[in-house]
């Protein structure tokens, strides 16, 4: 019998391993692939010098979470940006979710403009800000994005693994939105991008 629940543990671990790094890989992966677009957008602010100064979190699947949605009335208004420039918006949803046993929740907005254009029809959008802001990560909050089709059955999954900075984390010159306060949240998500590090480099090097 001892043999048996030795094996059986083993077993698993072995999976448990197995799943983890799966994750991993898959986190890594999209990382390389979020990377790599920096070198074909038209207005991209980053050239392939400046990559090695993206930061990331360790991959955490507990940063994966499952959330409720729940679909709002699509009324439009202006997001500011921070360069003063406002942008329009509809009040697409709120997914509530948990993580590390606290709830939270987010809204998700969809723009008007680029619901016109084929490529982005699908696109949505989740600015938000954490207690991480202004010391690991871009003090002006991070974006996460979502495809309609990633809402079934009321509910979908956020990857803050996945959550990413504004191109004004980078450089001045962009229009980039303003997470709203609802979108801020009272917890430190230690996921995702951290801050872009090429000026402290070259300040230490002076």
């Known amino acids: ?23 991993t890989e898959e986190t890594d992966q999209y990382r390389r692939k979020y990377k790599d677009e920096f070198l074909h957008s038209e207005n991209s602010p980053l050239k392939a ?11 955490d699947s507990s ?29 697409y949803g709120v997914l509530k979710f948990k993580v590390n046993g606290r709830r939270q929740k987010l809204t998700v ?23 991480t802001n202004g010391a690991e990560t871009y003090g002006g909050g991070r974006y996460l994005d979502l495809k309609t089709s990633d809402l079934k ?4 999954v956020i990857d803050f693994n996945k959550a990413y900075n504004p191109y004004c984390a980078y ?24 801050n872009f590090t090429k000026q402290q480099h070259e300040a230490s090097i002076k």
């Open 63 to 91: 940063y994966r979470v499952k959330a409720r949605f729940e679909k709002a009335k699509a009324k439009s208004f202006e997001m500011p940006t921070y360069s003063g420039m406002n942008k329009t918006y509809v009040k």
């Open 1 to 23: 019998m001892k043999i048996v629940l030795s094996t059986l543990f083993t077993i698993l671990v072995a999976a448990s391993g197995s799943q983890a790094q799966t994750f």
């Open 49 to 59: 010098a400046d990559l090695p100064y993206l930061q990331f979190y360790t991959p």
């Open 171 to 194: 450089s001045t010159g962009y229009n980039c939105p303003i997470p709203p306060l609802n979108n801020h949240l009272a917890i430190a998500v230690t996921a995702g991008e951290k």
């Open 109 to 131: 907005y969809r723009s008007l403009s680029l619901q016109q254009l084929a490529k982005y029809k699908d696109y949505l959008f989740i600015p938000f800000k954490d207690k």
């Open 153 to 156: 059955d009321g509910t979908c």
